[in-house]
């Protein structure tokens, strides 16, 4: 429900990252100037949409440094998704803010990946290393998801089979049913975020369309007034989906970026 795939692109085989367990996560590095834009997909999404590779271009075309990687169990990555949490991909994050994207940052967060990057962003506010946040680009942002959007939405009878057999295959639209775990929802309790003041006072951007079925356009305006800083824009797509992938979709992203980092 909160996924953002859409027309896949390849761009050779990616690298690498080391994780615990021995398990790896795929990445691919576009090297240049800093701040490194970095892209965090959506649910059971990956690194080669036509989002994350249209930012590729706009990077290279800029000199700018950028990284888009797949969490565990996504894309390219190895691990088993429906073994995931917010809690491992949120690791994952910052696994690669912390060995990939040394330096300043801009994250580039999608439907679940705009929660992540703005757990990311408290997760440096924690170390005190918030300067390092230069921006943020957030595209039908869904925060607390599992909380708000899957667990509010779901029947007495869904949730005491989740409950029960510790799983419930969700019909999706984009690709076969997504399995949500028992797991997945009690450890996302422990990363929601909409009911307190979020720690970013850099500048935000973000794109939502009103006609997403996965995401309500208010959910992302909630995010908003969360926001701890002033310099914040909320761009609303009439006619958009949850997926924003059209070619002005992809315009209204890059000139968010431009924005941001000034060019």
């Given at each position: 429900?909160?996924?953002?795939?859409?027309?896949?692109?390849?761009?050779?085989?990616?690298?690498t990252?080391?994780r615990?367990?021995g398990?790896?996560?795929?990445y691919?590095a576009?090297?240049?100037?800093?701040?490194t834009?970095?892209?965090?997909?959506g649910?059971?999404?990956?690194?080669?949409g036509?989002?994350?590779?249209?930012i590729?271009?706009?990077?290279?075309?800029?000199?700018?440094a950028?990284?888009?990687f797949?969490?565990f169990?996504h894309?390219?990555?190895?691990g088993?998704?429906a073994?995931?949490?917010?809690?491992?991909?949120?690791?994952?994050?910052m696994?690669?803010l912390?060995?990939?994207a040394?330096?300043?940052?801009?994250?580039?967060?999608?439907s679940?990946?705009?929660?992540l990057?703005?757990?990311?962003?408290r997760t440096?506010?924690?170390?005190?290393q918030?300067?390092r946040?230069?921006?943020?680009?957030l595209?039908?942002?869904?925060p607390?998801?599992?909380?708000?959007?899957?667990?509010?939405?779901?029947?007495?009878?869904?949730?005491?089979?989740?409950?029960?057999?510790?799983?419930?295959?969700?019909?999706?639209?984009?690709?076969?049913?997504?399995?949500i775990?028992?797991?997945?929802?009690?450890?996302?309790?422990?990363?929601?975020?909409?009911?307190?003041?979020?720690?970013?006072?850099?500048?935000?951007?973000?794109?939502?369309g009103?006609?997403?079925d996965?995401?309500?356009?208010?959910?992302?305006?909630?995010?908003?007034?969360?926001?701890?800083?002033?310099?914040?824009?909320?761009?609303l797509?009439?006619?958009?989906?949850?997926?924003?992938?059209?070619?002005a979709?992809?315009?209204?992203?890059?000139?968010?970026?431009?924005?941001?980092?000034?060019?």
């Open positions: 429900m909160t996924d953002d795939q859409d027309q896949h692109m390849t761009s050779g085989q990616p690298s990252l080391a615990p367990g398990q790896t996560l795929a691919h576009t090297p240049g100037k800093g701040p834009v970095v892209w965090f997909g649910f059971k999404s990956d690194m080669t036509s989002k994350a590779t249209a590729e271009e706009w990077a290279r075309a800029r000199s700018r950028y990284v888009r797949d969490y169990g894309g390219a990555s190895s088993a998704f073994e995931g949490t917010i809690s491992r991909w949120l690791d994952d994050g696994a690669v912390d060995e990939l040394k330096g300043d940052v801009i994250l580039v967060g999608s679940m990946g705009g929660w990057s703005l757990l990311a962003a440096l506010a924690a170390r005190e918030s300067a946040l230069k921006g943020l680009v595209i039908a942002p869904a607390d998801f599992t909380e708000r959007l899957m667990w509010a939405g779901f029947s007495d009878e869904i949730r005491t089979q989740i409950m029960e057999t510790g799983r419930y295959l969700q019909p999706s639209d984009y690709d076969e049913p997504y399995e775990t028992r797991e997945l929802i009690e450890d996302g309790r422990k990363h929601l975020i909409m009911q307190e003041v979020i720690p970013v006072t850099c500048p935000v951007r973000i794109l939502q009103m006609r997403d996965d995401v309500p356009w208010q959910h992302a305006l909630n995010i908003v007034e969360a926001l701890e800083g002033n310099d914040v824009t909320y761009t797509v009439k006619s958009g989906d949850h997926r924003l992938s059209e070619p979709d992809i315009a209204r992203l890059t000139r968010a970026l431009d924005d941001i980092t000034g060019a």
